[in-house]
């Protein structure tokens, strides 16, 4: 009877002492109730609590926490189905709100969490969601951060790690890549191949302008000789006239001599001549190329006693 005793003594006082003696790990908060309220946090280390007046409420995680949003369908502002589903890294900053202000805290972010996704990708389109990731999730952070706060609750961030359109749309949207890039291959070629019309019409007018210069330039000279062709015949003939006017026999026959051969040039340019004949009276040709040799000689010697006539420079 007396062993029985001392046995029960001795649990009642191992039981007293772990109710008496908390140690709280490293991380943790616990929340400490009086008769059911509330009265004060432990933080961690050793503490001592009164049995059967002081009770352990709420062991709180104060580390940062990862929380998997499970996939979920949202409609788009343009009609379109996706599969979204993220991640979020929370951390409890006041154990006493988020173990008083908040029945289940990871469920009811979680429900805050997948709402506001539908709420956000539901204000945009398709095209937004798919290449907008870093707003989406910076709207989530902003949003979900300030409806947890009563809770005591930092959310530090939100990722969408997926959001994933039907096959068919997935399909479409390829469709539609590809025919973009091929219209925008044409658009290059197209433009590649104007340049090079442009550069060849170009080249094509430089030339022509070119051999026109050339013409010209040719027609110039061309004008230029018959000029002082025609300068030095005016010339000669003038020098003739005033023979023929002195009474110098010679200057006729130049004419004559003159008429002759040009006509006789004439006649062995025809591309069906093979043999000339000449009357017997072309033999007067040489007499008259002897009087424009003497003509010639006499007009030196004029121009000779001109120059000796002048008088001297002073």
Same mark, same amino acid.
């Given at each position: 009877m007396g062993q029985l005793v001392a046995l029960v003594i001795v649990f009642l006082v191992v039981v007293v002492l772990v109710k008496l003696?908390?140690?709280v790990p490293q991380g943790f908060e616990w929340t400490v109730e009086t008769f059911g309220k509330y009265t004060r946090t432990l933080s961690p280390g050793l503490h001592f609590l009164i049995p059967m007046y002081q009770a352990v409420g709420r062991k709180i995680n104060m580390m940062e926490q990862v929380l998997d949003v499970p996939s979920q369908d949202v409609i788009t502002k343009d009609n379109a189905v996706v599969r979204v589903d993220g991640v979020v890294f929370y951390q409890v900053l006041d154990a006493s709100k988020a173990a008083y202000e908040v029945s289940n805290l990871e469920q009811a972010s979680l429900a805050l969490i997948m709402t506001n996704i539908r709420t956000v990708l539901g204000s945009m389109d398709l095209d937004e969601s798919l290449s907008q990731r870093d707003a989406i999730n910076a709207k989530l952070l902003r949003v979900v951060d300030e409806a947890t706060h009563p809770w005591g609750v930092k959310v530090n961030r939100i990722e969408i790690k997926d959001i994933a359109p039907p096959r068919d749309l997935?399909?479409? *949207?390829? $469709?539609? *890549?590809?025919?973009? $890039?091929?219209?925008?291959? +044409?658009?290059?070629?197209?433009e590649g191949f104007r340049q090079a019309a442009i550069l060849k019409a170009e080249g094509e007018k430089q030339s022509v302008i070119l051999a026109a210069e050339g013409e010209k330039e040719a027609a110039f000279r061309a004008a230029e !000789? $018959?000029? $002082? @062709? !025609?300068? !030095?015949?005016?010339?000669?003939?003038? *020098? /003739?006239s005033n023979a023929i006017a002195?009474?110098?026999? +010679?200057? &006729?026959?130049?004419? /004559?001599? +003159? +008429?002759?051969?040009e006509a006789l040039k004439e006649m062995a340019k025809s591309p069906n001549q093979k043999m000339l004949l000449l009357p017997i009276e072309a033999t007067g040709i040489l007499g008259s190329l002897a009087g424009i040799?003497? &003509?010639?000689?006499? @007009?030196?010697s004029q121009q000779q006693k001109a120059v000796a006539i002048q008088p001297p420079l002073r």
């Open positions: 003696v908390r140690i997935i399909d479409a *949207m390829a $469709r539609q *890549m590809k025919a973009e $890039r091929e219209k925008r291959a +044409n658009i290059l070629d197209a !000789a $018959r000029e $002082r @062709s !025609a300068e !030095a015949e005016a010339k000669a003939t003038t *020098m /003739v002195g009474g110098n026999v +010679n200057a &006729l026959n130049y004419f /004559v001599a +003159n +008429n002759y051969v040799a003497e &003509l010639a000689k006499e @007009s030196l």
